[in-house]
């Protein structure tokens, strides 16, 4: 069993910036896709951010067409943790985000099926 546990949300003006943290139990923390997605209630659940391991020390992002160039994913595997720096921020980031573990390396990163386990989700708050 893995638990996520995310920390970082809040409220933030727009074009500021926020970084988001999921910390994971788990003793192969480094071979898993990390991945973040996130909710509104007007939307269903939207692919952010991934990061997936592909062998020896060679870790590859993904990010969805919305967040391209503005947010950086990352991961610190002695700490067990995935990141989510968002800048450039706007009302429309606004939405709970899900930090999601898949252990097994699913080269399907963006399906949310894909991901075995969740974190509570963390409000991101943009005003305008």
């Known amino acids: 069993q893995v638990q996520l546990v995310e920390s970082g949300g809040g409220l933030v003006q727009a074009g500021g910036s926020l970084r988001l943290s999921c910390a994971a139990s788990?003793?192969?923390?480094?071979?898993?896709?990390m991945g973040w997605f996130r909710q509104t209630p007007e939307k269903e659940r939207e692919f952010v951010a991934a990061?997936?391991?592909?062998?020896?020390?060679?870790?590859?992002?993904y990010y969805g067409d919305s967040v391209k160039g503005r947010f950086t994913i990352s991961r610190n595997n002695a700490k067990n943790t995935v990141y989510l720096q968002m800048n450039s921020l706007k009302p429309e980031d606004t939405a709970v985000y899900y930090c999601?573990?898949?252990?097994?390396?699913?080269?399907?990163?963006?399906?949310?099926?894909?991901?075995?386990?969740w974190g509570q989700g963390t409000q991101v708050t943009v005003s305008s």
């Open positions: 788990g003793r192969t923390f480094a071979g898993y896709t």
């Open positions: 999601a573990a898949d252990p097994y390396g699913s080269t399907l990163y963006q399906a949310e099926g894909q991901y075995q386990y």
């Open positions: 990061n997936r391991w592909s062998g020896g020390s060679t870790y590859y992002a």
